[in-house]
């Protein structure tokens, strides 16, 4: 099984580019207001169309109006849409494409609660964006119960493989990165991306 990558809060054209250079199957576009990595309509349309045909495109949400999210998903090329806040079923199922849930830690209840989302499985209590680490191997019991998760929450290259190998045999759908491959002023590191990506991939032979 291959453990999809996903870098989330690119910022920069370029930045989404080196993520293709170094294998990333997945990036996350934040819009999410008051968030250091937020991105006007304009710059993500920028981001996608640098990179599109080549890797996924995800706009990631906190408690949103609809009308926002339709706004961006008619001017941004997306394959995913992310919520990371209070959204309930009823709210996902609004929008038209794949979706995944951020969650508070490996809560179980959340697996029943989104039986069609993805669920990335944030740090329990600190929430997103802060790149705090926490117990991933608490991710085990959801993997193995056979439900898509994404590992998050102080993921780094130093770190993930010890993640993942802590989830057991069965890996998980896939990891998730962002202060753990920050470069300044919220860009990201290319050097620090492929290293990611290349931890992964040998972690999860």
């Given at each position: ?38 991105l ?17 495109r ?24 992310q ?61 193995a ?60 032979k």
């Amino acid at each position: 099984m291959t453990v999809r990558i996903k870098v989330c809060g690119i910022t920069h054209p370029d930045d989404a580019a080196a993520a293709v250079d170094a294998g990333v199957d997945l990036i996350g576009l934040n819009f999410v207001p008051g968030s250091p990595r937020a991105l006007t309509i304009e710059r993500a349309e920028k981001i996608a169309a640098r990179v599109a045909g080549q890797i996924e495109r995800v706009a990631v949400f906190a408690n949103a109006p609809l009308d926002q999210i339709l706004k961006v998903m008619r001017r941004v090329d997306l394959e995913r849409v992310q919520f990371h806040g209070d959204e309930t079923e009823e709210d996902i199922e609004m929008v038209d494409l794949p979706v995944i849930k951020a969650v508070r830690g490996a809560d179980m209840e959340a697996a029943e609660q989104f039986p069609s989302a993805i669920l990335l499985l944030d740090h329990p209590t600190e929430g997103g964006g802060k790149g705090k680490a926490w117990d991933w191997s608490e991710a085990s019991g959801l993997i193995a119960a056979g439900t898509d998760v994404i590992l998050a929450g102080g993921l780094n290259p130093e770190n993930v493989a010890q993640a993942l190998e802590g989830v057991g045999d069965i890996l998980p759908w896939g990891v998730d990165v962002a202060t753990g491959v920050d470069a300044a002023s919220f860009r990201k590191d290319p050097a620090k991306i492929a290293a990611f990506v290349k931890a992964v991939r040998e972690a999860s032979k």
